[in-house]
């Protein structure tokens, strides 16, 4: 089949064999060549790293929350003033409320871990089995021993990197200090009691595995010295995201004296800093991206200059502006389309093996790439969110279609006259 350039319905096929052309440049034409190629593997780069990085931090947001609202309950119910005494009503009354999954008494304290090779500083919960046993990350995650019969054994869990500072396993004992003890008359006492260890569980943060230690309820008011009280409930919700709506329903059930903190306010700031920091961390990032469309601009621009003959040649034989201009435009946007989807997918298959990529360059450099003791995770995490994705792929495509209108224009403007006088 003859072309004609008098075939000028938009995007016709001679405007895609011309654009295709121009892209492969010939000898005396390497710099253009060039050029379109750093502005390729800009594009590439750019939507490589922000995917990369988005998705890193995603992950981290992900984990830290699973790890934090699944120790620390959705719902911390605290008595306003005096002690809290009638905590198994209000547990009931509280667990009957339609969209809460338990609602448990929780004991804390600090305590001294002690063993004759280690003394390691840790956090105390006395809590019943039932309430342990609804901690998911904790029950699903026991590497060693059992929580069966958590009340009646007298005996602590305590995570994996605890149990190994301590240098202890299941059956072994760990002396626990606490500096709130008795008091005498010369003082108060700190009270001092041996406990052998019942379970061992990771929950996959460092600094939990290495602090936490659950203690039976009964146990926890005896050594505390709290009688027949509990510092707080601990509530948890089937929806995480909706706790507003049944800290609503918890006020309406009518218990007197109640106050109801959700994870969001307990750690607000925390969050708060990771979500400015994913903010800041996209706009940086997004620099890459836009540098390579003005290496998409510049390259355009030298390549209409170049071919400043043939658009003249192209104009006597009928082409109209707009097939001149949509050559161009093919040209330049062609370079963004498939750097950006070539980017994409390196980004997607990155993070899909981002921990064993991670475990091989430690390997290759024998250094640790990842700590846990300053990441707090143990692996590194990467979750790809669709709409972060679909906004990073779909930001480049819109810049590399802009960056290629100037060029086109101007091409598509040149006098066909003084383009052959010039020549």
């Known amino acids: 089949m003859r072309l004609s350039v008098r075939d000028t319905k938009a995007f016709a096929q001679f405007e895609w064999i011309l654009a295709l052309r121009y892209l492969r440049a010939r000898r005396k034409e390497g710099f253009i060549s060039v050029l379109a190629g750093f502005s390729f593997l800009g594009i590439l ?8 990085v988005m998705a890193v931090m995603n992950g981290f947001r992900t984990e830290l929350f699973n790890k934090i609202i699944g120790l620390n309950g959705h719902i911390i119910v605290n008595k306003v003033s005096g002690d809290f005494e009638a905590y198994d009503e209000a547990a009931r009354r509280l667990s009957a409320i339609p969209g809460v999954r338990a609602a448990f008494p929780l004991i804390e304290g600090q305590a001294l871990a ?24 904790i029950a699903d995650h026991v590497q060693m021993g059992r929580l069966d019969g958590f009340d009646t054994q007298e005996g602590i869990a305590i995570g994996t990197r605890l149990a190994s500072a ?13 500096p ?10 700190p009270r001092i009691k041996p406990y ?45 995201e909706a706790t507003n709506t049944t800290i609503d329903a918890m006020k309406a059930a009518g218990i007197q004296g109640l106050a109801f903190t959700d994870w969001r306010q307990r750690n607000q700031s925390f969050f708060t800093v990771l979500e400015v920091e994913r903010n800041m961390m996209f706009i940086i990032l997004s620099v890459i991206v836009v540098v390579a469309a003005f290496n998409i601009i510049s390259g355009l621009i030298m390549l209409v200059k170049d071919k ?21 435009l ?16 390196l980004g997607v298959a990155f993070c899909w093996r981002i921990d064993d990529i991670r475990r091989f360059v430690a390997w290759l450099s024998d250094t640790d790439v990842f700590r846990a003791d300053i990441y707090f995770l143990t ?8 709409r972060t994705t679909g906004t990073i792929i779909l930001m480049a495509l819109v810049l590399s279609v802009l960056a290629t209108l100037y060029p086109s224009w101007r091409a598509s403007r040149l006098d066909p006259v003084d383009a052959l006088r010039n020549e």
């Not at 780069?45 to 990369?52: M, S």
């Not at 002690?114 to 990350?137: D, M, Y």
């Not at 400043?308 to 161009?328: K, N, P, S, Y």
């Not at 093919?330 to 997918?345: D, E, P």
């Open 114 to 137: 002690s063993t004759p090779s280690q003394a390691i500083a840790g956090h105390v919960r006395g809590v019943p089995e039932s309430g342990i046993k609804s901690l998911k990350i």
């Open 308 to 328: 400043g003959r043939e658009i003249g040649i192209l104009r006597t034989m009928g082409a109209t502006q707009g097939a001149i201009m949509r050559i161009f």
């Open 330 to 345: 093919i040209t330049g946007a062609s370079i963004g389309v498939v750097g950006t989807l070539t980017g994409a997918a």
């Open 180 to 189: 709130r003890g008795a008091a005498t008359p010369f003082g108060t006492a």
């Open 379 to 386: 692996q590194l995490p990467a979750d790809i969110n669709l």
């Open 196 to 240: 052998k260890v019942s379970a061992i569980f990771e929950m996959g943060m460092s600094e939990y595995d290495r602090t936490m230690i659950f203690m039976p309820l009964a146990e926890a008011q005896r050594y505390f010295g709290k009688g027949n009280t509990v510092d707080l409930l601990e509530v948890l919700v089937d929806d995480p």
């Open 45 to 52: 780069l750019g939507v490589f790293t922000l995917i990369t």
């Open 166 to 178: 301590l240098r202890v396993t299941v059956g072994d004992m760990v002396t626990l200090v606490s």
